[in-house]
């Protein structure tokens, strides 16, 4: 089974500053995605950004980029010039490349980093 | 405007009562999934279907059970026999056979809390 962990249960940052998130993954699979997903205050799931494995390319998503090392299972999430309306929990999350019956398109996430913004 | 409801956001619950919890969707999924959130936990998913009138139990099904008879709902049953069922619950739902890499649209929650 896959697993998914995300070592820093908090972190902080101060506005306009870079911060890192970080996340890794086991499993056997050769095809599969990987997801960043916040989660804010109001608790309303949001999409940050997506990758799939066999892109070679980091995806990146206007101040949201992410350094995706296959070889060591890393996937960590990188915030340029962070923004008070960044605070949130973030969790990452991994979904299988092969679909089936019982696999489905489930996510398997992550414990969480909750992140905190200073002015 | 399409998206995922969840009702009611707040919940309480004698202990011994089963409780439901809806979900609809009008995105035209195939995929609805229910997952449980705990303090300083992740998401566990609980069911997931992936077709009308099948679905499968994921990682913590003890004490839940589900219904599929529609496409857009998604109900969710709390049943006496969950030990400790005070969480956020979320809905998602998603297409199954799209480019791989198609995210979950996530309901608002309900919070269960038992008294």
């Known amino acids: 089974a896959q697993t998914v962990t995300q070592s820093q249960p908090e972190m902080s940052v101060q506005e306009a500053e870079t911060v890192t998130l970080s996340c890794t993954y086991d499993t056997s699979e050769s095809d599969y995605y990987l997801f960043w997903y916040k989660q804010p205050p109001s608790r309303q799931m949001i999409l940050v950004i997506r990758q799939e494995a066999y892109k070679q390319q980091n995806a990146t998503e206007n101040r949201f980029s992410v350094n995706f090392q296959k070889a060591a299972k890393s996937f960590s999430l990188k915030i340029s010039d962070s923004q008070l309306g960044d605070a949130a929990m973030y969790f990452c999350?991994?979904?299988?490349?092969?679909?089936?019956?019982?696999?489905?398109?489930?996510?398997?996430f992550g414990e969480g980093t909750q992140l905190t913004v200073n002015p | 405007d399409g998206g995922i409801t969840q009702s009611p956001k707040y919940l309480f619950r004698k202990e011994g009562q089963n409780v439901t919890l809806s979900c609809e969707q009008n995105l035209n999924h195939d995929a609805m999934y229910w997952y449980r959130q705990d303090p300083g936990q992740g998401l566990r998913l609980i069911y997931y279907s992936q077709i009308v009138n099948d679905f499968q139990k994921g990682d913590i099904a003890e004490g839940y059970s589900v219904s599929r008879e529609k496409k857009e709902s998604f109900p969710l049953t709390v049943t006496s026999a969950q030990k400790n069922p005070t969480a956020f619950y979320l809905c998602?739902?998603?297409?199954?056979w799209g480019t791989g890499d198609d995210e979950q649209f996530f309901g608002p929650g309900t919070r269960l809390t038992v008294l």
């Open positions: 999350a991994y979904r299988t490349g092969f679909p089936d019956k019982t696999s489905g398109s489930r996510l398997t």
């Open positions: 998602a739902s998603s297409i199954i």
